[in-house]
């Protein structure tokens, strides 16, 4: 599921080149604050990865609600009986 999550948000995900420098920039634009850049295109896709991959955990350590992508909620919910 982790894995599926993954691939739908890095599909999600848009690019662009900045004018100033050439630059690549890549954000998703579902999961707030996930953004990389790199001279590359496929450097900046695998930062943006990397960063996704770290935000993921994050915010599952800190018991974040992540944003649903294609149908796959990651988030964990509280048993209500207890």
């Known amino acids: ?43 900046c896709r695998d930062e943006l990865l990397e960063v996704l991959e770290e935000w993921i955990i994050l915010g599952l350590q800190m018991g974040h609600s992540l944003p649903v992508i294609d149908g796959i909620d990651l988030s964990f919910k509280k048993d209500e009986a207890a």
């Open 1 to 43: 599921m982790l894995s599926e999550y993954i691939k739908a948000a890095m599909h999600r995900a848009k690019y662009e080149i900045l004018k100033e420098d050439s630059t690549y920039i890549g954000k998703i634009p579902e999961c707030q604050g996930v953004w990389a850049s790199s001279d590359t295109l496929e450097a």
